[in-house]
């Protein structure tokens, strides 16, 4: 795609079901970043994937975050037993290298109830 | 660690009047230097790109400026609009290759009638 893409664009969820948010990269952007945005917040750096090195998952805020990036290209970003603080705007950018312009999807707006 | 630190967090402005933002920075060796804003409910987009040897980087309304031996950039905006009501993001890149980018938290800016 043109654009960095990223689903589903809202999501509600029970308190302590998993849930799994996809990010799908410009196409041949080798580096991938996960961010996220409470409300009236800044971003929090979450995890970044750069080519076929180790991610750098310094960023997750607990052991229920996890993501993954298959054949260098989408994203997944899971978390599991979601709790009502995890309730945040969750943004992806791809950028062609480290040092390039970050692109940002839409981002996913998850809610836990 | 690297780190980026912007200020105000929020700001509150009237239409017509001008503001600078501001951004200190420790992201060493530095590349290059991004501001980006964000509309509300939208991933942000970049506005400028300042590298070491440039001082200072105009787009229209919104002016840029680099101090690379202090390491701090500021966004400066003249005669507001209320379209320019957004985050402001500054963005650092580190010259090593692959480096993750590394992002502020924001300055959310709020321009009144």
């Known amino acids: 795609g043109a654009g960095v893409s990223q689903s589903p664009s809202n999501k509600v969820t029970e308190k302590g079901k998993d849930v799994e948010l996809r990010c799908d990269p410009i196409?041949?952007?080798?580096?991938l970043y996960w961010y996220r945005q409470s409300l009236g917040q800044g971003l929090e750096f979450l995890i970044y994937?750069?080519?076929?090195?180790?991610?750098?998952k310094s960023g997750l805020p607990s052991d229920r975050f996890s993501a993954e990036r298959t054949g260098g290209s989408v994203s997944t970003l899971t978390i599991q037993r979601t709790q009502q603080e995890d309730s945040a705007v969750y943004l992806c950018?791809?950028?062609?290298?480290?040092?390039?312009?970050?692109?940002f999807g839409q981002g996913t707006r998850l809610t836990v109830v | 660690k690297n780190q980026v630190e912007q200020s105000p967090q929020s700001l509150i402005i009237l239409e017509g009047k001008n503001c600078t933002l501001q951004?200190?920075?420790?992201?060493?060796?530095?590349?290059?230097l991004r501001w980006y804003k964000q509309d509300t409910g939208r991933g942000p987009v970049s506005l400028t790109i300042?590298?070491?040897?440039?001082n200072t980087k105009s787009n229209g309304r919104y002016t840029a400026t680099l101090d690379a031996d202090t390491k701090q950039s500021s966004l400066h905006i003249t005669a507001s609009q209320l379209s320019d009501s957004a985050s402001y993001i500054c963005?650092?890149?580190?010259?090593?290759?692959?480096?993750?980018?590394?992002f502020g938290g924001g300055t959310r800016l709020m321009v009144k009638p």
């Open positions: 950018a791809s950028s062609l290298g480290g040092t390039t312009e970050a692109f």
């Open positions: 196409s041949g952007h080798t580096a």
């Open positions: 994937f750069q080519g076929n090195s180790a991610p750098d």
């Open positions: 951004c200190n920075y420790t992201v060493s060796p530095f590349s290059n």
């Open positions: 300042m590298t070491f040897s440039e």
């Open positions: 963005v650092v890149s580190a010259q090593n290759a692959g480096n993750m980018l590394t």
